[in-house]
């Protein structure tokens, strides 16, 4: 079955860097985009950024367009979101996510905070 598997949340300082990752097991994880989403409390689920499959086209939400960054390791089956220049607004729980369903982790806690 589909299991993904997001690490790398904590607790940074204000402008600090943190990089979170997602395993993928039980499909082919090259076939599919994968993107990540994020949810503070007391708001909805957001899109921070997805990358295609196959050409790694990557887009992402206005918010954190330039700072942070998506990619992809199809050897590994691993996807993976660089976050730089963090702001307090960042402060969420972050999700990975399969394209074509809602295959969802179980989410990863980035606390942005002096």
């Known amino acids: 079955q589909v299991q993904l598997v997001e690490s790398g949340g904590g607790l940074v300082q204000p402008g600090g860097s943190l990089r979170l990752s997602c395993a993928a097991t039980?499909?082919?994880?090259?076939?599919?985009?994968m993107s990540w989403y994020r949810q503070a409390p007391g708001k909805e689920r957001e899109l921070v950024a997805s990358?295609?499959?196959?050409?790694?086209?990557?887009n992402y939400a206005g918010s954190v367009r330039g700072r942070f960054t998506i990619s992809r390791d199809n050897a590994k089956n691993m996807v993976y979101l660089q976050m730089n220049s963090l702001k307090p607004e960042d402060t969420a729980v972050y999700y990975c996510k399969r394209s074509g369903g809602e295959y969802w982790g179980q989410g990863t806690q980035v606390t942005v905070s002096s």
């Open positions: 039980g499909f082919t994880f090259s076939n599919y985009a």
């Open positions: 990358i295609s499959s196959v050409t790694g086209t990557t």
